[in-house]
């Protein structure tokens, strides 16, 4: 993903961090700069505060009144029925709710998320009467106030993981002035852990090998979807799965009690629980599956799309559905990597699968797809598209009228561009040109490109500039933000990482790859160079940037291609080159890590690259 320009993210509503909200700093009062422990633990991933949802009582919540937990009317739950409601009250008032929390030592991540919905009788536009103090430990994390009263709720998210190893207490406080009502209500409080110190190795990761089979019909419109989904894997790992976990990744964009993506009618095991904002389910299998042993689950999908030019979200009659379908959580030498929705950038971790999907539509809608697509005809006025894809992580489509042009690149791989309506048809062959060239330089450096066709959606209302999937992109109309785009076929696709905790190893990357195939070197670029604090380091997790995200494009986009450039001056040219063409060759269809790319850097040059990794905080 390429975000847009600073000052247009400012905009949105969904990015991180209301107006009043002050961010974490880098590292805790009396701690040391460093951001884990000396000779830190094996990292077990952890949800560590109870009851965060407020549904089974108020234990172990302590809470000011016996009113602050309560599910009583005037206010609403996020998801369920209970909430937390500080404050409301009209007059001079203080609320406080709090709870103790052991984060474990030898995780890499740790982030503290809750759902806020602030309403007031306040009037003013200036003046912050009332506010809602967020802390942990000694540390503010952010202050709200009646300036930040918004409809609904919406997630704030913090990286707590200079506290590792600490045992510190959560904690709310509320306090209204002397007239009219400020309500700030809380609603699913969690702090996930997750990350190794030591990453695990390629064939611990399971359930490995996934196959999906998809059958799904829209309405009218392209924006809902019904139909039924299974999914057949291998466990890979010397433990046994008694469990699987599904990412129903676009719940983020709805709530806990409206939710964009359904699943209902599990086969192969039991549904249990949905946690991390309902966008992971819990699926107990029927009967334990062995090493190398498969099986199979399958359910009713039902996908409805909200209005909004997003990678999930509908632009007037186009659609995009992006992470819509159901994919199954990642198992590792870590455990379950169970990570928040992003909206900053990417936290999608997934294996390597099989697609065979089909989609029943009006044939009045272009269905562009991951994958490779046959139109047949369908019931009457309907087009049946199936699409296949081989070793793909996701599966990605669009819908609408859209205007398409084809054409194929000099080295054999075609091209599909689709345009909303007013994209002129020069700035679509200017795309279709874009499109060609890049495939081919990045397939030149880095392997050839595998997965048959390339779609790419074209509108220019996207708030972002670009979003990746496998054969399938949307972007606006930019020459450098295609090429980017494409480039994360290598860098995400065929080469996988885990885009929450390691983002710089498919963004820096594909920012890298993106100048080579413009002809830009970056000459002197490390030299603009400057930290915001000791903990900003080219390699931090998601967890990180949502909580200091205006810094996210200038250091993962910015510094870590200007970090890559000066190791290829380190390298020499021609090194540099096989070094990335090799590291492609042997994680085609695998997995990177920091550790990983690391040692083959150091494995293609005699000069010792140890000052070079802390110098350019390339830290794992």
Same mark, same amino acid.
């Given at each position: 993903?390429?975000?847009?320009?600073?000052?247009?993210?400012?905009?949105?509503?969904?990015?991180?961090?209301?107006?009043?909200?002050?961010?974490?700093?880098?590292?805790?009062?009396?701690?040391?700069? !460093?951001?884990?422990?000396?000779?830190?633990?094996?990292?077990?991933?952890?949800?560590?505060?109870?009851?965060?949802?407020?549904?089974?009582?108020?234990?172990?919540?302590?809470?000011?009144?016996?009113?602050? #937990?309560?599910?009583?009317?005037?206010?609403?739950?996020?998801?369920?029925?209970?909430?937390?409601?500080?404050?409301?009250?009209? !007059?001079?008032?203080?609320?406080?709710?709090?709870?103790?929390?052991?984060?474990?030592?030898?995780?890499?991540?740790?982030?503290?998320?809750?759902?806020?919905?602030?309403?007031?009788?306040?009037?003013?536009?200036?003046?912050?009467?009332?506010?809602?103090?967020?802390?942990?430990?000694?540390?503010?994390?952010?202050?709200?106030?009646?300036?930040?009263?918004?409809?609904?709720?919406?997630?704030?998210?913090?990286?707590?993981?200079?506290?590792?190893?600490? &045992?510190?207490?959560?904690?709310?406080?509320?306090?209204?002035?002397?007239?009219?009502?400020?309500?700030?209500?809380? %609603?699913?409080?969690?702090?996930?852990?997750?990350?190794?110190?030591?990453?695990?190795?390629?064939?611990?990761?399971?359930?490995?090998?996934?196959?999906?089979?998809?059958?799904?019909?829209?309405?009218?419109?392209?924006?809902?979807?019904?139909?039924?989904?299974?999914?057949?894997? &291998?466990?890979?790992?010397?433990?046994?799965?008694?469990?699987?976990?599904?990412?129903?990744?676009?719940?983020?964009?709805?709530?806990?009690?409206?939710?964009?993506?359904?699943?209902?009618?599990?086969?192969?095991?039991?549904?249990?629980?949905?946690?991390?904002?309902?966008?992971?389910?819990?699926?107990?299998?029927?009967?334990?599956?062995?090493?190398?042993?498969?099986?199979?689950?399958?359910?009713?999908?039902?996908?409805?799309?909200?209005?909004?030019?997003?990678?999930?979200?509908? %632009?007037?009659?186009?659609?995009?559905?992006?992470?819509?379908?159901?994919?199954?959580?990642?198992?590792?030498?870590?455990?379950?990597?169970?990570?928040?929705?992003?909206?900053?950038?990417?936290?999608?971790?997934?294996?390597?699968?099989?697609?065979?999907?089909?989609?029943?539509?009006?044939?009045?809608?272009?269905?562009?797809? &991951?994958?490779?697509?046959?139109?047949?005809?369908?019931?009457?006025?309907?087009?049946?598209?199936?699409?296949?894809?081989?070793?793909?992580?996701?599966?990605?489509?669009?819908?609408?009228?859209?205007?398409? #042009?084809?054409?194929?690149?000099?080295?054999?791989?075609?091209?599909? #561009?689709?345009?909303? !309506?007013?994209?002129?048809?020069?700035?679509?062959? !200017?795309?279709?040109?874009?499109?060609?060239?890049?495939? %081919?330089?990045?397939?030149?450096?880095?392997?050839?490109?595998?997965?048959?066709?390339?779609?790419?959606?074209? /509108?220019?209302?996207?708030?972002?500039?670009?979003?990746?999937?496998?054969?399938?992109?949307? /972007?606006?109309?930019?020459?450098?933000?295609?090429?980017?785009?494409?480039?994360?076929?290598?860098?995400?696709?065929?080469?996988? %990482?885990?885009?929450?905790?390691?983002?710089?190893?498919?963004?820096?990357?594909?920012?890298?790859?993106?100048?080579?195939?413009?002809?830009?070197?970056?000459?002197?670029?490390?030299?603009?160079?400057?930290?915001?604090?000791?903990?900003?380091?080219?390699?931090?997790?998601?967890?990180?940037?949502?909580?200091?995200?205006?810094?996210?494009?200038?250091?993962?986009?910015?510094?870590?291609?200007?970090?890559?450039?000066?190791?290829?001056?380190?390298?020499?040219?021609?090194?540099?080159?096989?070094?990335?063409?090799?590291?492609?060759?042997?994680?085609?269809?695998?997995?990177?890590?920091?550790?990983?790319?690391?040692?083959?850097?150091?494995?293609?040059?005699?000069?010792?690259?140890?000052?070079?990794? &802390?110098?350019?905080?390339?830290?794992?």
């Amino acid at each position: 993903m390429r975000p847009t320009p600073l000052k247009a993210l400012a905009a949105r509503v969904l990015v991180v961090a209301a107006l009043a909200a002050v961010s974490l700093p880098g590292t805790p009062a009396g701690a040391s700069p !460093s951001t884990a422990p000396a000779a830190a633990a094996a990292c077990t991933p952890a949800q560590v505060v109870t009851n965060g949802g407020f549904e089974s009582g108020t234990s172990p919540w302590t809470q000011s009144s016996t009113t602050v #937990i309560t599910s009583r009317t005037g206010q609403s739950a996020h998801g369920g029925t209970s909430f937390a409601w500080l404050d409301g009250v009209g !007059s001079t008032h203080t609320d406080t709710l709090s709870q103790s929390v052991t984060i474990p030592s030898g995780c890499s991540s740790a982030s503290l998320t809750f759902w806020l919905h602030i309403d007031t009788a306040e009037t003013t536009s200036s003046t912050a009467y009332d506010k809602l103090t967020a802390k942990i430990g000694s540390t503010t994390l952010a202050t709200y106030s009646n300036l930040n009263k918004a409809s609904g709720y919406a997630q704030k998210t913090f990286d707590v993981s200079a506290f590792a190893g600490q &045992t510190v207490t959560v904690a709310f406080t509320g306090t209204e002035d002397s007239s009219l009502q400020t309500s700030f209500v809380l %609603d699913d409080i969690a702090l996930n852990t997750s990350g190794a110190t030591t990453p695990p190795a390629d064939s611990t990761r399971t359930p490995a090998a996934p196959g999906y089979t998809v059958s799904l019909t829209s309405n009218t419109s392209g924006a809902g979807w019904t139909g039924h989904e299974s999914v057949t894997f &291998t466990n890979a790992s010397s433990t046994a799965l008694s469990e699987v976990y599904l990412r129903l990744w676009d719940n983020y964009h709805g709530t806990c009690s409206a939710m964009p993506i359904t699943v209902s009618n599990v086969s192969g095991g039991t549904a249990g629980a949905l946690s991390v904002g309902c966008t992971a389910l819990q699926v107990s299998l029927t009967s334990p599956v062995a090493q190398g042993q498969s099986a199979t689950i399958g359910f009713d999908l039902a996908i409805t799309v909200p209005s909004g030019a997003d990678r999930f979200g509908y %632009d007037g009659a186009f659609v995009n559905i992006g992470n819509a379908l159901p994919v199954l959580a990642v198992k590792d030498g870590a455990g379950w990597h169970l990570d928040p929705y992003t909206n900053n950038g990417e936290s999608f971790y997934s294996l390597a699968a099989d697609f065979k999907v089909t989609l029943d539509h009006p044939t009045s809608l272009l269905v562009p797809a &991951t994958g490779t697509s046959v139109d047949t005809a369908g019931s009457s006025g309907r087009t049946v598209t199936t699409a296949t894809a081989s070793k793909v992580r996701d599966f990605a489509w669009a819908a609408g009228p859209f205007t398409k #042009i084809s054409g194929t690149s000099p080295a054999g791989t075609a091209i599909n #561009i689709y345009s909303v !309506s007013g994209i002129s048809s020069s700035d679509s062959q !200017s795309m279709l040109t874009t499109a060609k060239s890049a495939v %081919d330089a990045h397939a030149a450096r880095f392997g050839a490109y595998p997965y048959g066709e390339l779609d790419a959606v074209i /509108d220019n209302n996207y708030w972002f500039g670009g979003m990746e999937y496998p054969g399938f992109v949307l /972007d606006l109309v930019s020459t450098t933000a295609l090429t980017h785009e494409i480039g994360h076929q290598w860098f995400y696709g065929i080469v996988g %990482d885990d885009e929450y905790n390691s983002p710089w190893l498919d963004e820096s990357f594909t920012d890298y790859a993106t100048d080579l195939a413009q002809g830009k070197t970056g000459t002197s670029c490390w030299s603009s160079v400057s930290w915001a604090s000791s903990a900003e380091n080219i390699t931090n997790s998601m967890a990180y940037w949502d909580a200091h995200s205006s810094r996210y494009s200038t250091v993962v986009y910015g510094y870590g291609k200007c970090a890559l450039h000066d190791l290829r001056r380190v390298l020499g040219d021609t090194a540099m080159a096989n070094l990335l063409k090799s590291y492609a060759t042997s994680h085609w269809y695998g997995v990177s890590t920091t550790a990983e790319f690391k040692a083959a850097a150091q494995a293609a040059t005699t000069t010792d690259l140890t000052s070079f990794w &802390t110098t350019h905080r390339i830290v794992g």
